[in-house]
């Protein structure tokens, strides 16, 4: 019994946290404006200490994703790698919510840079990640960024792809 005790407190701390994680990530994507990126950074580097005290690893990588996304959106792709490697330094290895928001900003930056070639790399290891963990409207953001870079013949097969999965996803987002 007392195991039983133990593997339900394991599951109950894991599932919270899981919560928690979800709850971050939904704090971050709800502030965005993407036609005030300069603001949005403001709000994101508000941020910033409550991600670095949180137990929750995948927050900080993914807001420093956010963060980067902000430069991107702005023109300063430099500062946007910058921001990007300091995001992958805290990234775990593991396949998880903060290597997909890696991926997909990576891919944006190169991207919006003009190098659609390596941005695609990055928007298929997203795609790939984000369909591993299950993570429906990740998978259908990466699609979809994979459907911009990717040369016009496969454009519709992504497009069909991101439909697909958000036509069948329990996801609200």
């Known amino acids: 019994m007392y195991s039983l005790r133990i593997t339900i407190a394991t599951w109950l701390l894991l599932f919270s946290a ?25 709000l994101f580097i508000s941020l910033t200490e409550e991600a670095a005290a949180s137990q929750n690893k995948e927050y900080a990588p993914i807001l420093l994703s956010q963060i980067a996304r902000t430069y991107s959106l702005r023109g300063d792709f430099d500062t946007a790698h910058k921001v990007l490697n300091e995001a992958k330094d805290m990234l775990s290895g593991d396949e ?12 944006r930056t190169l991207n919006s840079s003009g190098d659609k070639t390596a941005a695609l790399k990055y928007f298929k290891q997203a795609f790939l990640a984000a369909e591993k963990i299950k993570d429906d409207y990740l998978a259908v953001d990466a699609a979809h960024m994979v459907a911009i870079a990717e040369e016009l013949s496969g454009q519709m097969n992504w ?15």
């Open 96 to 107: 998880n919510a903060s290597l997909v928001f890696y991926h997909l900003e990576r891919g």
């Open 18 to 42: 899981h919560l928690a994680a979800d709850a971050e990530t939904e704090k971050i994507l709800d502030l965005w404006d993407y036609n005030d990126p300069k603001s949005t950074e403001m």
């Open 159 to 173: 497009n069909v792809i991101a439909l697909g999965i958000a036509e069948n996803s329990k996801s609200s987002r």
